[in-house]
Each structure stands twice: as C-alpha cells, then as structure tokens.
T-cell receptor, first 116, second 109 residues
C-alpha cells in the first residue's frame, strides 16, 4: 500500500512552547489529509480535514488558533500545536487520501506528544 | 447523530476463531473499514467493504450487510500477535471517517 511518513514519532516539550508535526505522502498525491488525536484507551478523534491549497476544516471543539494546519502541497501537511499545555499530551495521527472516490486512507506512524 | 458500536473487549484462545461485530448508524454510507491498532502505534488497514458480502484476505475476513447496518471481522487461526485493538470505521456521505471506540482483543495461550 501507499506510504505516509509522519515525523517526529515522539516529542517532549515544555509547557508554553510550540511543536510542529509533519505528515508526508511518499508515493502518491494526498488531496486530502486528516489529523486525529487519540487519548489513551479512547478512539481516534478527528481534529480537522485539510485539502491541498485551502484552509483546514476543524471539528467542533477544536481550536483552530491552537492547532495550526498547513497543507501547502499534495505531499505535505503540518500540524503545529501552539502554546502547548500538559492537557495537549496525546497521540496525534495523520491520514492521507488521494482522489475523491472511495479509496482507503493511509495512516502515518503517529506522534506521541508529551508536554511537561 | 452518527454512531458506531462494537464490543469493548473480547478474549479468545490461540488457534481459535473470533468474530468482532460492528453496527453503525451514519448519515450516508460510502464504505466500512476495519483497522488493527497495537498499543502506542497508528492503525493499520485490514479491510474495506462497500458492497454486501464477505471479503476474505488470508486469516482475516470481513462481512458487510448494508441493510442491517452491520459488519463483522472474522479472525481465524488466532496468533498471539493478533492481540490488539480492532477499529471499525465508516465513511459517511461526505467521506468523513466515523470511528468506533475499538474492540480490545486479548489472546490467551
């Protein structure tokens, strides 16, 4: 299957700092990228959906000024957690889909964020 | 509202067969996915069903009944490495993935 590379795999940062997570589709053009957050023992929760070249659509309850999403090209999307706090500690996963038809979505490896 | 139900936890024995059920109520339907997720890792794709019937892929099979809003994942010849969470997800009419909470499968020797 297609490959989605997410970086970094884990990161520890101080409270109040910002963290950037990258998601790259390596062998296909990702017209749509999804960003999810998963707290321990819970399901994946969609944070936002982004289409290349346009602003991301955020789910209800997700602060767009805190979680900045950029999808500047068909192979790269970034999620920046600004002014991180301990409650932002979570597992963040990106998913990429090419085309608009019913194709499977491919997941990155995930990023474990710990804010201390 | 949109809802996907699957059992929270199941236990099975190594070498046996286990069926994980998933029922869904969504605004539209464009397919149902099953993912496997080991602790601390991202989900990995197992199957995709959009038409009724059974899709077989090695030890794993997935079944879909759109009229009943029902799917199951069947795992045969269970191995210890199959211990993981299994997530059911549905693409709604807008191709948004709606996720179930996952079923934690525990395999015992």
């Amino acid at each position: 299957g297609a490959v989605v590379s997410q970086h970094p795999s884990w990161v520890i940062c101080k409270s109040g700092t910002s963290v950037k997570i990258e998601c790259r589709s390596l062998d296909f053009q990702a017209t749509t990228m999804f960003w999810y957050r998963q707290f321990p023992k819970q399901s994946l929760m969609l944070m936002a959906t982004s289409n290349e070249g346009s602003k991301a659509t955020y789910e209800q309850g997700v602060e767009k000024d805190k979680f900045l999403i950029n999808h500047a090209s068909l192979t790269l999307s970034t999620l920046t957690v600004t002014s991180a706090h301990p409650e932002d500690s979570s597992f963040y996963i990106c998913s990429a889909r090419g085309g608009t038809g019913p194709t499977e979505a491919f997941f990155g490896q995930g990023t474990r964020l710990t804010v201390v | 509202g949109q809802n996907i139900d699957q059992p929270t936890e199941m236990t099975a024995t190594e070498g046996a067969i286990v069926q994980i059920n998933c029922t869904y109520q969504t605004s539209g339907f464009n397919g149902l996915f099953w993912y496997q997720q080991h602790a601390g890792e991202a989900p990995t794709f197992l199957s995709y069903n959009v038409l009724d019937g059974l899709e077989e892929k090695g030890r794993f099979s997935s079944f879909l009944s759109r009229s009943k809003g029902y799917s199951y994942l069947l795992l045969k010849e269970l191995q210890m490495k199959d211990s993981a969470s299994y997530l059911c997800a549905v693409w709604d009419s807008n191709y948004q993935l709606i996720w179930g909470a996952g079923t934690k499968l525990i395999i015992k020797p």
